[in-house]
C-alpha cells in the first residue's frame, strides 16, 4: 500500500515566522515529489517540485528531500496571512509518470496576522 | 496563468440526473488529461487517465458506465457522472501535463458537484 503522510495540523505560525511542513511516503522507489498549495474550495496549486535529494530554493519556499529517510519538507520563510492554506504532499509511483500522484491529506497552515 | 480549464465550477443536480463537466487545455495540446476525485477531508484520487481518440483507462474501483470520459479533442476532455446519487457529491478536478511525462502536473479550477 503506497502511503504518503503529512500531519492534519493545523499548523499556526505567527506571520513572518518560517513555516515547516513535513511528509514522509512509503514508497522507496519514488523519484518525484511535489508540494501543493490548496485553497479551502479551490483546486491544488504547484508551488515546488523536487527530485533529488537536497534543498531546492524558490522565493520564500525552500523544499527538502531525504531519500535515504523517504521524508520530504516544505519550508516557507517570512510567512504571510495569504499562505493560509492546506499544504498537499505528493509523490510519484517508482517508474511511473508524473500524473499517476498519491497524495497526502493535507496539512493546514494558518499563518497569523 | 491557468493552462488548464474546467467548466462549470460548481454544479447542483437532482439524484437519478447526469452532470457533464468540460476540461480543456489552454494554449497547448494535451493528448492525456486525468481525472481527480476529492471527498472532503481527504486526499485527491485519480479517477481515470483520458486518452484523445482511444478509450479511457479506469483506475480500480472507478466505475467506467458511470462516469463516462470523452476526450474527443486535442484540447478538451469531458466527465459525465450518469445516474448521480448524493454520494457522488465531491469535488472533481481534471488535470494535465504541461510537456512530457516527467513534467509536474497542473490542474483545473475544479468542479463542486452536490447531488440532491
Known amino acids: 500500500q503506497k502511503e504518503v503522510e503529512q500531519n492534519s495540523g493545523p499548523l499556526s505560525v505567527p506571520e513572518g515566522a518560517i513555516a515547516s511542513l513535513n511528509c514522509t511516503y512509503s514508497?522507496?522507489?519514488?523519484?518525484?515529489f511535489f508540494w501543493y498549495r490548496q485553497y479551502s474550495g479551490k483546486s491544488p496549486e504547484l508551488i515546488m517540485f523536487?527530485?533529488?535529494?537536497g534543498d531546492k530554493e524558490d522565493g520564500r519556499f525552500t523544499a527538502q528531500l531525504n531519500k535515504a529517510s523517504q521524508y520530504v519538507s516544505l519550508l516557507i520563510r517570512d510567512s504571510q496571512p495569504s499562505d493560509s492554506a492546506t499544504y498537499l504532499c505528493a509523490v510519484n509511483p517508482p517508474g511511473g509518470s508524473n500524473y499517476k500522484l498519491t497524495f497526502g491529506k493535507g496539512t493546514l497552515l494558518t499563518v497569523n496576522p | 496563468g491557468a493552462v488548464v480549464s474546467q467548466h462549470p465550477s460548481w454544479v447542483i443536480c437532482k439524484s437519478g440526473t447526469s452532470v457533464k463537466i468540460e476540461c480543456r487545455s489552454l494554449d497547448f495540446q494535451a493528448t492525456t488529461m486525468f481525472w481527480y476525485r476529492q471527498f472532503p477531508k481527504q486526499s485527491l484520487m485519480l479517477m481515470a487517465t483520458s486518452n484523445e481518440g482511444s478509450k479511457a483507462t479506469y483506475e480500480q474501483g472507478v466505475e467506467k458506465d458511470k462516469f463516462l470520459i470523452n476526450h474527443a479533442s486535442l484540447t478538451l476532455s469531458t466527465l459525465t457522472v450518469t445516474s448521480a446519487h448524493p454520494e457522488d457529491s465531491s469535488f472533481y478536478i481534471c488535470?494535465?501535463?504541461?510537456?512530457?511525462?516527467?513534467?509536474?502536473?497542473?490542474f483545473g479550477n475544479g468542479t463542486r458537484l452536490t447531488v440532491t
Open positions: 514508497d522507496r522507489g519514488s523519484q518525484s
Open positions: 523536487i527530485y533529488s535529494n
Open positions: 488535470s494535465a501535463l504541461v510537456g512530457s511525462d516527467n513534467s509536474p502536473l497542473h
